[in-house]
């Protein structure tokens, strides 16, 4: 599979929200525009970070990286398969994905949108496998970026 196509130049965000909800609906609002998601993904994705928060810790990546997020709801509210990165310029308050009842403050997300029920997990693998093995400094490098077209030529390049 070509990787380029998991990112769209029009899907990558740099958002000055402070609240989850309405940074959610920012994002679901330029995807429904652009035709990515349906018109019933706002309140399936918020209800699911809500049940089951995706928030992670990047200790183990490094120690002066950001948290991240990885939102995402199932594939029947979804048009196209994409990873939405969306850089924050505040950093938002999710649920912790591994300790739902912790709260983490993060700073990057990777949005997931999948159609295939079965890919979701794929989709997550290969985030976390970006993870895993870019450098950490790069991976700094590219959570500090306040340009959408900085981020969308760093993971078209390197994820």
């Known amino acids: 599979m070509n990787d380029k196509a ?3 130049r029009d899907a990558v965000f740099v958002s000055s929200e ?13 995807l ?12 399936h994705i918020i209800q699911r970070e809500h049940d089951f928060p995706t928030g992670l810790s990047t200790k183990t990546l490094g ?10 709801t199932e594939g029947e509210f979804v048009n196209t398969r994409l990873i939405v990165p969306v850089a924050l310029e505040n950093p938002i308050v999710f649920g912790n994905m591994i300790k739902p009842n912790e709260k983490l403050e993060v700073k990057f997300l990777f949005m997931l949108l ?8 794929q989709l997550l693998s290969q985030v976390m496998n970006f993870l895993a093995k870019t450098p950490e400094s790069e991976l700094k490098n590219l959570f500090s970026f306040t340009d959408p077209d900085a981020i969308y030529e760093f993971l ?3 994820f």
């Open 32 to 43: 429904l525009e652009s035709g990515y998601v349906k018109g019933n993904f706002l309140s």
């Open 6 to 8: 998991i990112f769209a």
């Open 63 to 72: 120690s002066d990286l950001p948290n991240i997020a990885i939102p995402h």
């Open 114 to 121: 999948e159609t295939n029920p079965d890919g979701q997990a």
């Open 18 to 30: 402070s609240n989850q909800d309405e940074l959610l609906k920012n994002i679901y609002d330029h």
């Open 156 to 158: 078209t390049q390197k």
